[in-house]
């Protein structure tokens, strides 16, 4: 494999989740096999900016987004930096290369009410995928934890004395969330449904499937998006926009920025302030209804 030590690098020393490596991979091969067809290069240490201008340019040609281009030369410049720290190249090509400009997206947040509709149609489920369905919901919005973390969640890592769990986020970096006792009655009652499948095959893991085997990411997605499609008519309904709405929420109703970005386990306050634009408009209304001097 051409880039074996790169991912040993990527995994061992950056200590990057499996689907990033993945992804890093598939867009180093992507403009190898760009290189290649186009310019007869054997190996990218080798590749000069023009040519990976061309790769850019093949790829906006295609119709993907900038956002979708810049994510996959920042991959690249990646790979550069790691052939520059192991001495294998002397310069980056892409040493003075200027991202695509992308407009900014604003994530929509479920309403406090279509989140309310959605835990009320779930409170009377009285089966294991019911219950089940319930706590996912519940977790996502009072934690606002990443859908990964919520499919690798272990049994050993819940307390229920502390009332809290344990989550694994990204580059591996662990955190301790609170639960809402609510959530623990949940969580209780799942696992009561959970002892009596027939049989286990992932037995470490808490969110099984019926068959009894660790559930996985696109499915998580496909049972957000089921119940959310009934109570919210926003174009993007998926677990990322309850952990935006749980943000957005909380700073709603005056969470510290900081214990809100600890909660979402980010590693700067620039990556947690993008969820304050619904609080700054919130306060902008409460400002103009209650200010005395705005009647005048």
């Excluded at 799942?190 to 027939?198: A, D, I, K, N, V």
């Excluded at 085997?213 to 009934?230: A, D, H, M």
């Excluded at 919210?232 to 700073?251: C, G, M, N």
Aim: aromatic content about 10%; hydrophobic content about 35%.
């Amino acid at each position: 494999m051409p880039f074996s030590d790169f991912i040993d690098y990527l995994t061992l020393e950056k200590k990057y989740a499996a689907n990033t490596v993945v992804a890093y991979t598939q867009d180093l091969e992507c403009f190898l096999t760009f290189a290649r067809a186009e310019f007869g290069y054997s190996t990218i240490k080798d590749v000069n900016y023009p040519v990976i201008r061309s790769w850019i340019v093949s790829l906006v040609d295609t119709g993907i987004s900038n956002r979708s281009v810049n994510r996959k030369v920042s991959s690249l410049r990646t790979y550069y930096k790691f052939l520059l720290k192991t001495k294998q190249i002397e310069v980056n090509p892409l040493l003075k290369h200027r991202a695509l400009k992308t407009s900014k997206k604003l994530q929509v947040p479920f309403s406090e009410k279509e989140v309310t509709q959605v835990l009320d149609a779930l409170e009377t489920a009285n089966d294991f995928e019911g219950v089940r369905n319930k706590l996912m919901v519940e977790l996502f919005y009072s934690t606002g934890m990443r859908r990964t973390e919520l499919v690798h969640i272990k049994l050993k890592n819940i307390s229920a004395t502390e009332k809290n769990l344990k989550v694994l986020g990204k580059r591996n970096k662990e955190r301790i969330i609170p639960l809402l006792p609510s959530v623990c009655l949940t969580l209780s009652n799942y696992l009561r449904y959970r002892e009596q499948l027939e049989h286990i095959s992932d037995p470490e893991y808490l969110f099984l499937s019926v068959k009894g085997v660790k559930i996985y990411e696109t499915l998580v997605y496909r049972i957000i998006n089921s119940y959310f499609s009934k109570a919210s008519e926003k174009v993007k309904r998926s677990p990322h926009i309850l952990r935006h709405s749980f943000a957005t929420h909380l700073l709603n109703e005056g969470a510290d920025l900081n214990a809100v970005k600890e909660l979402l386990g980010h590693s700067s306050l620039a990556s947690t302030q993008v969820y304050t634009h619904n609080s700054i408009a919130t306060l902008k209304e409460v400002y103009k209804n209650s200010h005395p001097r705005n009647s005048k």
